[in-house]
C-alpha cells in the first residue's frame, strides 16, 4: 500500500518530480560515461602495453633503472642459460639498449637506440623489417617520432655511438619502416635496429638489457637479473589512471550533490505542505514510522525512475560511444600517454553500472530520510492544526 | 745497368721515409707546446649555428689531467655559468637557476650550449703521446707552413676516437689540422687551427675551428685571448663549493 501511494504522490507532483529525476538520470549518466572512459582507457592501454612491450612480464638488468638515464650505459649483462633456452624456443626475447645519437638533416638527437631479434613475434613490433637484405643496417621506428624528426621511409639517418670501451663509431641507417602504435614506451626517442648487429657495434656478444618474456607464471630468479611482473609494469598506468578517476570525479559528486540538494528540498517541502495529510494518517490508526517510510520511499522512487529515464536516452548514447569511441580531438601522441589512441572507447561493464546505481540509491535513501527524522517528533493534534511539533 | 736501377728503385722508400721524423718524437714535441699541469686561459667561443652565431667569452681554470673549472664571463644570459670536471664528471652551475647539475655518462656528448664542441671534447686534456701511437704517412703545406702528416691509432682501449689524421707544422709543432674518426674509419669532427701565438717558449693555438661533421653548421671557433702555462692555482678552485662562489 506505501509504494502505490508514495508513487501516487511523487506523480502527483508533476513537474518538479520530473526535473528531480532529469537531473539524477544525468547523474547516473555523466558518472557511467565518464568512468566508461576510463576503464576503457585502462584496457586499451594496458593490452596495448601487453602486446607491444611487456608480453607476460619481464627480466631487467639489475641496474637498468627506466628513469635515469644514467644507469643506461652499464644496463646490460650476459642472458642467463634457462632464458637462453626460452628465446631459443620463441617463448622469451633479449632487447639490449644502449644510448646514442642520430643526426637528421644535420640535427643531433640523443635516443636510445634498442636491439631486437628480427625474427620474434612475441610483441607485435614489426621487426622483420629489420632483416638486412641489402647490405644496409635497417631500422624501425614510431611514427610519432618519425614525425617529430621529419623523416619518412627510406630515408637514412647518420647514427654516432660509442662501444662498451667508450670508443666512436658511426655508420648510416635505413629507415626501413615507420609503425604506428599507442605505446609510448617503445617508440619515444627510440630507434630500432637488429639485436646481433647491436651486439656486434658495442662489442658486447650475447648480453642483453631487458628480457621479455611470454608465460605470465615465469618467475625464475637469476643471478643479476630482476623478475617484473605485470602489476608492477602496468603500475604506472594503473596510477596514472587512477589520479585522473579521482580528478573527474569531481565533477560527477558536484552533480550528484545538486540532486542529492533537490531532492532534500524537495522532502524538506513536502514535509512542510503535507502536515495535515500526516495528521490525518496518523489520525487514521498510521504509526509515524509507516509515514516516514512513505516520504523516504517518495524519495527513493525519484532515484528508481531516474534509472528508467537515464536508461531511456543513456543506454542508446552509451552505446554508440562505445562502437565509435569518443574522439580526443588533437594527436593522443602529443600527450605522451599510452594507450590513447585518436578516439577513446569506452568499456561499461555490469560492476560499474550496479555499482553506480547502488551508490546513488544509497545516497538517495540517506538523503531522503534525513529531512523525515521531524515526522517522529510530530504530535497527531499538532499535525491536524497544520502545526510542526518543536 | 739492370741491377743498378733495380738497387736504386730498392733504396727509394728507404731514402724518402729516412726524411721522416719519429712520429711518437712528434707528438712529445705536440705535448710539450700543449700540455701543461696548470693553465689558466681565457677564451672566446663563437658558435656558428644554423640559424644564428653566438659569442661566449670565458675563463678556465686546469689542473692535471683531471681537475678543470670553467667560467662564462659574457654574454650576459650566460655570464656566471660554471663547469667543474673532476676525474669523469661534470658538474654545471646555472646561476639563475641556482642549481648545480652533474652530468656523466652519455650525457657528456651533449653538444656544450650548442656548439661542436661535446662536455667531453672540452675535457680532453690528456697527453696525446700517451694515448696514440703515430707513424708519419706524408707531408703537405697547409695554412703556407710545411706540415708532417701522422696517422694516429689509439694505444689504449678505453679512447674517444680509435684514429686521428692530423697534421703537423714541422717547425711550431702544432696540430695544425686534425681529423678523428669511428672505428669504422668514418669521419666525425675536424679541428683547424687557423692562428698560432708564441707563449714563453711555447707555440700555442690562437684560433681553432672546431666541427662536428655529422652536423649542419659552420663549427665553432675558439679564440685564446690569454692563457698562463705552470699558473699557481689554488686547489679550492676545484671543489663544488667554488661553484657557487
Known amino acids: 500500500m506505501i509504494f502505490r501511494l508514495a508513487m501516487k504522490n511523487i506523480l502527483g507532483a508533476g513537474l518538479r518530480t520530473w526535473l528531480n529525476i532529469f537531473i539524477l538520470s544525468l547523474s547516473y549518466f555523466v558518472i557511467i560515461a565518464l568512468q566508461g572512459l576510463y576503464v576503457g582507457w585502462q584496457d586499451d592501454a594496458s593490452r596495448e602495453m601487453k602486446n607491444w612491450d611487456f608480453a607476460g612480464g619481464q627480466y631487467w638488468q639489475e641496474t637498468y633503472d627506466p628513469y635515469d638515464p644514467f644507469t643506461l650505459e652499464e644496463s646490460h649483462a650476459t642472458i642467463p642459460e634457462d632464458l637462453q633456452k626460452l628465446i631459443a624456443n620463441g617463448e622469451a626475447i633479449s632487447i639490449l639498449f644502449s644510448p646514442a645519437t642520430i643526426y637528421t638533416d644535420g640535427r643531433m638527437r640523443n635516443i636510445v637506440l634498442k636491439g631486437i631479434e628480427p625474427s620474434q613475434n612475441l610483441i607485435e613490433l614489426p621487426t622483420n623489417f629489420l632483416t638486412d637484405s641489402d647490405g644496409e643496417i635497417n631500422c624501425i621506428i614510431g611514427s610519432g617520432f618519425a614525425d617529430n624528426l621529419n623523416i619518412k621511409e627510406g630515408d637514412y639517418i647518420v647514427l654516432r655511438w660509442r662501444d662498451k670501451n667508450g670508443t666512436y ?20 626517442n627510440q630507434v630500432w635496429i637488429s639485436l646481433s648487429i647491436l651486439q656486434e657495434m658495442l662489442g658486447l656478444p650475447n648480453e642483453g638489457t631487458i628480457i621479455t618474456v611470454k608465460d605470465e607464471k615465469y618467475k625464475k630468479e637469476f643471478f643479476s637479473w630482476q623478475h617484473k611482473d605485470l602489476d608492477f609494469l602496468l603500475l604506472d598506468l594503473t596510477k596514472m589512471i587512477k589520479a585522473k578517476t579521482i580528478g573527474s570525479s569531481i565533477m560527477y559528486m558536484l552533480m550528484l550533490f545538486l540532486a542529492m540538494l533537490a531532492i532534500f528540498d524537495t522532502q524538506v517541502l513536502s514535509i512542510f505542505r503535507r502536515r495535515k495529510e500526516m495528521g490525518t494518517m496518523m489520525a487514521l490508526g498510521m504509526t509515524r514510522l509507516k509515514i516516514i517510510q512513505l516520504f523516504t520511499l517518495e524519495g527513493v522512487l525519484h532515484a528508481v525512475l531516474a534509472i528508467l529515464m537515464g536508461a531511456v536516452y543513456g543506454i542508446p548514447l552509451l552505446s554508440h560511444f562505445e562502437k565509435v569511441g569518443m574522439k580526443i580531438g588533437m594527436d593522443a601522441k602529443e600527450w605522451g600517454l599510452s594507450g590513447l589512441d585518436d578516439a577513446l572507447y569506452p568499456v561499461y561493464g555490469w560492476k560499474l553500472v550496479f555499482g553506480t546505481i547502488v551508490l546513488v540509491l544509497i545516497i538517495v535513501t540517506i538523503v531522503s530520510f534525513l529531512p523525515t527524522r521531524k515526522i517522529a517528533k510530530l504530535k497527531p493534534t499538532d499535525a491536524l492544526r497544520g502545526k510542526m511539533t518543536k | 745497368m739492370r741491377n743498378l736501377i733495380i738497387t736504386i728503385l730498392m733504396f727509394i722508400p728507404l731514402i724518402i721515409f729516412a726524411e721522416y721524423p719519429s712520429g711518437e718524437m712528434l707528438l712529445k714535441k705536440i705535448d710539450e707546446n700543449m700540455y701543461s699541469e696548470n693553465i689558466i686561459s681565457v677564451s672566446t667561443m663563437i658558435i656558428h649555428s644554423r640559424r644564428a652565431t653566438k659569442t ?5 681554470w686546469k689542473n692535471g689531467d683531471n681537475s678543470s673549472f670553467s ?6 644570459k650566460n655570464a656566471g655559468t660554471k663547469m667543474l670536471k673532476l676525474d669523469n664528471n661534470l658538474w654545471i652551475y646555472n646561476p639563475q637557476a641556482d642549481r648545480t647539475i652533474r652530468i656523466s655518462g652519455h650525457m657528456l656528448r651533449q653538444s656544450v650550449m650548442g656548439s661542436d664542441l661535446s662536455y667531453e671534447d672540452m675535457m680532453e686534456e690528456d697527453e696525446i703521446s700517451k694515448i696514440y701511437q703515430a707513424e708519419v704517412i706524408g707531408e ?7 706540415c708532417w702528416i701522422l696517422m694516429l691509432t689509439a694505444k689504449v682501449a678505453d679512447v674517444n676516437y680509435q684514429t686521428r689524421k692530423i ?16 672505428k669504422s674509419g668514418k669521419l666525425l669532427k675536424t679541428t683547424t687551427i687557423d692562428e698560432v701565438f708564441l707563449v714563453g717558449k711555447r707555440w700555442y693555438p690562437k684560433k681553432i675551428m672546431f666541427k662536428d661533421v655529422l652536423k649542419k653548421g659552420k663549427g665553432t671557433e675558439l679564440i685564446i685571448e690569454s692563457i698562463e702555462f705552470d699558473a699557481n692555482i689554488p686547489a679550492s678552485i676545484f671543489s663544488k663549493a667554488s661553484l657557487r662562489k
Open chain 2, 56 to 60: 661566449m667569452k670565458l675563463k678556465s
Open chain 2, 140 to 146: 703537405e703545406v697547409i695554412n703556407e707552413a710545411d
Open chain 1, 169 to 188: 663509431d658511426a655508420c648510416d641507417l635505413k629507415v626501413a619502416h615507420i609503425f604506428s602504435t599507442t605505446v609510448i614506451t617503445v617508440e619515444s
Open chain 2, 167 to 182: 697534421w703537423v707544422d714541422k717547425t711550431k709543432y702544432l696540430a695544425l689540422r686534425e681529423e678523428r674518426f669511428g
Open chain 2, 71 to 76: 667560467e662564462y664571463l659574457s654574454p650576459p
